[in-house]
């Protein structure tokens, strides 16, 4: 991508369905803009992060962490000098297609589905942007540039399984615009690592503040040792949660440092900065922060997504899904329309369960106890 105006915007490869550009605004934070816009945005507010909606008013749910993410993308962005604007739009877009209470909500869809094309929430993400969110008279969905689109579909890296693309989104519908092969852009990489970042050390704060462990337990990794012990003398009682803040803040600033040291040594090696046929990934950490990455996740898995609490809260929240997707297949019309029935009704099933939040889930399901 080339600057293509003293403005400093970079020039799009364009749209599935072309539109007129704008004076004012690049291609890509017009794509942020129509996601900030969108009912799947908004809805984001009332779904689960960790902690279900209804658990307290200052734990994060999607659309809060969507929007950290989104900080650290734009702020790793903008050092390297890469479009800030088109990390900042896949970060902000990047679980929209998440369904109500989390990862355990996607693993009671995904078993609902495993019959009728399967679910992935990062998929579902692409089904809405390109088909559920409609707003326009020429187009279905929000019609965003080739590389967000590319950027949400890898944001894992490239897609092996294109039989799930071709079930939930139709390999069609990217006319030949996209390389499913390759690794996606540097800003898109840097939305996915930004994502790791923000839920390993925002997780750990919610953990602590829902009394779920202690402060003082994260000297069990050694990269937290560190920084807990150079704080260690200072905190009580009185400044417990500023000392929790602290701490995370330094945590975040740490990883973003040896990233952005890590990246330049790549691009360096490489000398392909922002190519669109990446082969390997670019944007990672050094082997030392990897390995801190990889003891965080074991300490979370123990400490907080295994805790007796969450894993009985997330066992409710799929009994619910279970139980709607059971009702909702047995009457159909009382719930979806006419047109969304007749293309693929479990589909649409899947397409109106994950759009749901938490609240009307739970509602919707005392509903029908």
Avoid: W
Wanted: proline share 2%; net charge positive.
């Amino acid at each position: 991508m080339k600057k293509h105006s003293p403005l400093g915007v970079f020039k799009s490869k364009g749209r599935l369905n072309s539109e007129a550009t704008s004076k004012y605004r690049s291609p890509f934070q017009r794509d942020r803009d129509r996601i900030v816009h969108s009912a799947s945005f908004r809805r984001l507010k009332h779904k689960t992060q960790v902690f279900v909606n209804t658990e307290g008013d200052h734990f994060r749910t999607r659309i809060t962490h969507s929007i950290e993410v989104a900080q650290i993308a734009r702020s790793i962005s903008k050092y390297l000098k890469l479009n800030e604007d088109l990390a900042e739009t896949l970060s902000l877009a990047h679980d929209l297609g998440h369904t109500p209470f989390g990862h355990a909500g996607e693993d009671a869809l995904s078993e609902c589905m495993q019959n009728y094309g399967g679910f992935d929430h990062n998929l579902q993400t692409l089904r809405i942007v390109m088909f559920l969110e409609n707003k326009y008279f020429k187009f279905k969905g929000l019609n965003l540039t080739i590389e967000t689109l590319e950027g949400l579909l890898k944001h894992n890296g490239p897609i092996t399984n294109t039989s799930l693309v071709n079930s939930l989104i139709g390999v069609k519908s990217f006319k030949n615009k996209i390389n499913f092969a390759t690794f996606p852009s540097l800003e898109a990489q840097i939305s996915s690592i930004s994502d790791d970042i923000a839920y390993n050390n925002h997780d750990i704060q919610d953990g602590i503040n829902a009394n779920l462990f202690k402060l003082e337990e994260l000297i069990e990794i050694e990269f937290f040792k560190e920084i807990y012990l150079k704080y260690k003398k200072k905190i009580d009682k009185t400044n417990y949660k500023i000392a929790t803040y602290q701490i995370i803040r330094d945590s975040i600033d740490l990883m973003i440092r040896d990233l952005i040291s890590n990246v330049k040594k790549n691009l360096k090696i490489n000398s392909k900065k922002n190519k669109s046929n990446l082969n390997k990934p670019i944007v990672c950490f050094s082997k030392k922060i990897q390995y801190s990455e990889d003891q965080i996740r074991s300490f979370l898995r123990t400490k907080m997504y295994n805790n007796t609490s969450v894993v009985r809260k997330n066992q409710k929240g799929k009994t619910v899904i279970k139980k709607l997707f059971k009702i909702i297949k047995s009457k159909p019309k009382k719930f979806l329309s006419k047109d969304d029935l007749s293309k693929d009704k479990f589909r649409a099933i899947s397409d109106f369960i994950s759009g749901m939040t938490d609240r009307y889930a739970i509602n919707l399901y005392n509903n029908f106890k």
